[in-house]
T-cell receptor, first 112, second 114 residues
Framework: LAKTTQPISMDSYEGQEVNITCSHN???????ITWYQQFPSQGPRFIIQGYKTKVTNEVASLFIPADRKSSTLSLPRVSLSDTAVYYC?????WGGGNKLTFGTGTQLKVEL | DADVTQTPRNRITKTGKRIMLECSQT?????MYWYRQDPGLGLRLIYYSFDVKDINKGEISDGYSVSRQAQAKFSLSLESAIPNQTALYFCATSDFGGGPGTQYFGPGTRLLVL
């Protein structure tokens, strides 16, 4: 299993860009990297997914270096409503075998 | 209506009791998952199913069993509940998009085992 490591917590202010890095040194060739957001008492919600290089959607960007041993979730111009736990997920569920690993999550706190 | 629903939302039980947590989905996805969440440990995969005839153990399946009654229904059972199974349980579904797919999570079931 590809184990992941994320910072436990981060603080930011409204309007700033936030970058959260996830380390996954033993990522496998077939593994994808997916980030989820979770608010208290709710299930996680998909943010973005990628395999290599850079992926961007309407809410975030995901940067993956060539060696794929880490990835960085970038949230542009955060607001108070972005206060949540962010999870890095590395793996894939194809065929047999359990190859899904969630990180422990990063608690992002956004202040005025 | 929510795409992924879980019942009950909260449950208190006693040690040794058998309980079942139910999950239903209207997304038409073949893949369903059960996760457990504990403070400081993130989400851990208990069981997953690719279709009605497929059941797979996850990272922490000991003490749990599952049943995939239909494409839309996936139940998690604790045959003899113990206090360290007190946790927040999430059901999720996913499609198959070439990668791991996007998982859609239910609202969770908060379980307390006394």
């Amino acid at each position: 299993l590809a184990k992941t490591t994320q910072p436990i917590s981060m603080d930011s202010y409204e309007g700033q860009e936030v970058n959260i890095t996830c380390s996954h040194n033993n990522i496998a060739t077939n593994d994808y990297i997916t980030w989820y957001q979770q608010f208290p008492s709710q299930g996680p919600r998909f943010i973005i997914q990628g395999y290599k290089t850079k992926v961007t959607n309407e809410v975030a960007s995901l940067f993956i270096p060539a060696d794929r041993k880490s990835s960085t979730l970038s949230l542009p111009r955060v607001s108070l409503s972005d206060t949540a736990v962010y999870y890095c997920l590395v793996g894939v569920v194809w065929g047999g075998g359990n190859k899904l690993t969630f990180g422990t999550g990063t608690q992002l706190k956004v202040e005025l | 209506d929510a795409d992924v629903t879980q019942t009950p939302r909260n449950r208190i039980t006693k040690t040794g009791k058998r309980i079942m947590l139910e999950c239903s989905q209207t997304k038409g996805h073949d893949r369903m998952y059960w996760y457990r969440q504990d403070p400081g440990l993130g989400l851990r995969l208990i069981y997953y199913s690719f279709d009605v005839k497929d059941i797979n153990k996850g990272e922490i399946s000991d003490g749990y069993s599952v049943s995939r009654q239909a494409q839309a229904k996936f139940s998690l059972s604790l045959e003899s509940a113990i206090p360290n199974q007190t946790a927040l349980y999430f059901c999720a579904t996913s499609d198959f998009g070439g990668g791991p797919g996007t998982q859609y999570f239910g609202p969770g079931t908060r379980l307390l085992v006394l």
